[in-house]
Structures are given as C-alpha cells and as structure tokens.
C-alpha cells in the first residue's frame, strides 16, 4: 500500500492498545456502494470483507453481528440460535448512537456502547480480513482470530446468500 495517511479513530486506538497488526486501506467512499464497492476499491474478494451489523432484539437491545460481505445474516436463524423472539436491523440513526459510528463506516472495535458480538464462524476460515477501520472509506485487514482475541465474539452459522440485483 502507498504511504497513505489514514484515521485515527477508536478503532485503530483499540487495535493498537491490543498490539494487533494491522494495514490500514483508505479508498473512496460510495453512498450505498456496500462491500461490492469497497472490495472493488481495494481489490479484494467480497467475500472478506467483512460487515459489521447493529441489530436489536425484541427488547430493543443492541447487538453487532460480523458477516461476510457477500453474505446476509438469517435474522430467524440469529434469533434461534441467540435464544430470543426476534433479531432486526437498527435504523441507522439508533444504529449510529449505539456505536459511536456512522453507518458505512461502523468498526466492531471501539464502540461508544459495549455490545454482545456475533460472529459467523466461517469467517475464521479465511487467512486476513478486511474490516471497517471506524470510518467510511477506511477498512483494516488483520487476522480474523485477532476478532476473537480482542472482542470474544460468540461464532454462529447464519449466513445465507445475498440476493443480487442483476
């Protein structure tokens, strides 16, 4: 990568208090764009790139879900395997006053609020990661076990394909 300056955010604070090594990639940031585009930006597979989700219960409590990119996470196989009633997405407002960050650019690492993480276990098959930095249009990648190391994530199966628009 270029010498290219990069965010400090709470994010990379925390991966540099837990001595996580890390490359930081800074790429122009798409409205709606997703991990199609940055994986695209950056010149990765989708598949790790990895998104980190604010959903609730059904008591309203937040929660951040890590998922593959080219993935989506089954909300009744989530609520199943977490044991309540129901898992759905924050709007992005509440989803932003829980984590500290703006949607697109939301880090598990960092949050302004501690939140029980779930992590889709396939992900720790892959050698490096790609995830959010704590800024739109930053990713970091790391070794997926640095994750676990620092956030002692809970590993679920629950992904499903995403459906593409084509």
């Known amino acids: 990568m270029k010498d290219t300056k990069y965010p400090v955010t709470p994010a990379v604070h925390v991966l540099r208090e837990n001595n996580v090594d890390f490359t930081p990639h800074v790429f122009r ?73 703006q949607v697109g650019g939301t880090s598990p690492f960092g949050t302004r609020r501690s939140m029980p993480v779930y992590l889709q276990k396939s992900i720790l098959e892959l050698e490096k990661i790609y995830i959010n930095g704590g800024g739109r249009g930053f990713l970091v990648s790391l070794d997926p076990k640095e994750v676990v190391r620092i956030l002692n994530p809970v590993l679920v199966d629950v992904a499903t394909e995403t459906k593409k628009a084509k």
């Open 29 to 101: 940031y798409e409205e709606k764009g997703g991990t199609q585009h940055s994986s695209r930006e950056i010149g990765v597979n989708e598949h790790s790139v990895i998104k980190t989700l604010v959903m609730e219960n059904d008591l309203k409590e937040p929660l951040i879900v890590l998922m593959h990119g080219d993935r989506q996470v089954s909300t009744k196989a989530l609520a199943r395997a977490i044991g309540t009633k129901s898992i759905s997405p924050c709007a992005p407002e509440v989803a932003d006053r829980h984590s500290g960050y």
